[in-house]
Nanobody, 122 residues
Framework: VQLQASGGGLVQAGGSLRLSCAAS????????MGWFRQAPGKEREFVAR????????GYADSVKGRFTISRDNAKYTIYLQMNSLKPEDTAVYYC????????????????WGQGTLVTVSS
């Protein structure tokens, strides 16, 4: 599975961005797709996840109510709509895929895309 993330950029605090992650190659209808982020000097952390087949979603507490993960099955693409952005949301955002576990750990995911940088100015 190849993952291509896009949509990052510079935005002011309180603003919005939408990230996209297109999947290609050997895809499976029951993959779990996740978004993670890594701020400078910090470990990569879970942001949100979605199951392709059911659309079931899960979020980190830090983004709940502000971020929304969704998918377009026909396009094999997932999205992360980010609203009410804060400076602490500044990070490189990564999309990831996993076939087995409904997990939130980095090691739960087998496939990773390149990151896309989100910078939120105060």
């Amino acid at each position: 599975v190849q993952l291509q993330a896009s949509g990052g950029g510079l935005v002011q605090a309180g603003g919005s961005l939408r990230l996209s992650c297109a999947a290609s190659g050997r895809t499976a209808s029951d993959y779990i797709m996740g978004w993670f982020r890594q701020a400078p000097g910090k470990e990569r952390e879970f942001v949100a996840r979605i199951r392709w087949s059911s659309g079931l979603t899960g979020y980190a507490d830090s983004v709940k109510g502000r971020f929304t993960i969704s998918r377009d099955n026909a396009k094999y693409t997932i999205y992360l709509q980010m609203n009410s952005l804060k400076p602490e949301d500044t990070a490189v955002y990564y999309c990831a895929a996993d076939r087995r576990t409904w997990g939130t750990r980095v090691r739960d995911y087998d496939y990773w895309g390149q990151g896309t940088l989100v910078t939120v100015s105060s």
